[in-house]
């Protein structure tokens, strides 16, 4: 079964770090894009950053200068590096990814979600 594993939420203080990981696994072939969404109770999910094939990066600009977003393809894993992180980046995360399976269509998933608190 494909899906997507996310890791690496938890609780930090203002102006700390944390860094996200999303591991795509089951009968895929490559990640072709992917990006990391956010949620807060009563709101809608909104793009936090996005990643292509070719590693070409675009990010919301409530997060440009302090949020990173790379990807590893021997690992098919995306990261969310997270910066100087302030309590409104508290939300529920979700990793997004366009995977190519392994009969080479293109199928989108979303991950299960990981808790980002920001708080002293």
């Known amino acids: 079964q494909v899906q997507l594993v996310e890791s690496g939420g938890g609780l930090v203080q203002p102006g700390g770090s944390l860094r996200l990981s999303c591991a795509a696994s089951g009968s895929i072939f490559s990640i072709y894009a992917a990006g990391w969404y956010r949620q807060v109770p009563g709101k809608q999910r909104d793009m936090v950053a996005r990643?292509?094939?070719?590693?070409?990066?675009n990010y919301a600009d409530s997060v440009k200068g302090r949020f990173t977003i790379s990807r590893d393809n021997a690992k098919n894993t995306v990261y969310l590096q997270m910066d100087n992180l302030k309590p409104d980046d508290t939300a529920v995360y979700y990793c997004n990814a366009d995977l190519v399976t392994m009969i080479k269509d293109i199928r989108n998933y979303w991950g299960q979600g990981t808790q980002v608190t920001v708080s002293s």
């Open positions: 990643i292509t094939r070719a590693g070409s990066t």
